[in-house]
């Protein structure tokens, strides 16, 4: 093999390598944390505007009777009647400002902790990388479900209150969340969340990152095989 063939395969496998992984300081000053937060934030707020309307229809839908029949639907056409009706604030945005602070909250932060703790535990879980992308994202997922499950309580509050509801309103109905069935009210059915989304969760990048892992050597495997494969093309010509 010639020197010109090596420079040649050296320039190939560098070009179409993935790169290695950077440092936790090294990534943070190519792009930014404030970066990364607002990024996540905008992105998670336009997401939550453009599905709130489906949010909102399945809220209704899964309602019990007596709660559809005091919202005037108790069908999917009937529930997409009265949405219609009440007009794009009252009907398919509402719940809209706890559902975008909740959602922006979220989507801000969920890759930077993961990130975050990825990092943190690649030192005493190195020897195990399943168990810490497991760790990391179960980490995650408990302080996020912790932090926004409030908001999300408060939506469903919102969605299903028969009248009028503006802006000052929710407010309104936190004070009577409050009041009727304490702080834990803001809390209901965070158990079941959690172990619907820690599971969600730690499945999805135990298995996103041993796929990339996984392709990343395919991928190096494929460009070996045909910096290989040339010299001996060019003998046959």
């Given at each position: ?167 000052l309103d ?37 298995l996103y ?20 494969a040339g ?7």
């Open positions: 093999i010639n020197a010109e063939y090596m420079g040649t395969l050296s320039e190939c496998l560098f070009f179409f390598a993935p790169p290695p992984p950077l440092p936790m300081a090294a990534a943070d000053r190519t792009v930014p944390w404030r970066t990364s937060l607002c990024a996540g934030a905008m992105a998670g707020a336009a997401a939550a505007v453009v599905t709130n309307p489906l949010d909102v229809l399945r809220t209704r839908l899964q309602a019990s009777r007596a709660t559809s029949a005091a919202l005037g639907g108790k069908t999917l056409r009937g529930s997409m009647a009265v949405m219609a009706a009440a007009g794009v604030q009252q009907g398919y945005m509402r719940g809209l400002w706890p559902n975008l602070l909740a959602t922006a909250i979220s989507r801000s932060l969920y890759l930077t902790l993961y990130g975050v703790c990825n990092a943190r535990l690649s030192g005493p879980l190195a020897a195990h990388p399943h168990a810490q992308h497991a760790a990391a994202a179960a980490t995650t997922t408990l302080a996020l479900a912790l932090a926004v499950n409030p908001l999300y309580v408060l939506r469903v509050r919102v969605q299903l209150t028969p009248g009028r509801i503006d802006m929710c407010f309104r109905v936190a004070r009577e969340v409050r009041q009727n069935d304490g702080w834990r009210g803001f809390f209901r059915g965070t158990a079941t969340g959690l172990l619907s989304k820690l599971t969600e969760s730690v499945l999805y990048f135990v990152e041993a796929l990339k892992q996984q392709y990343a050597q395919d991928d190096r495997r494929r460009v070996m095989a045909l910096a290989m010299p001996s093309r060019g003998r046959r010509c």
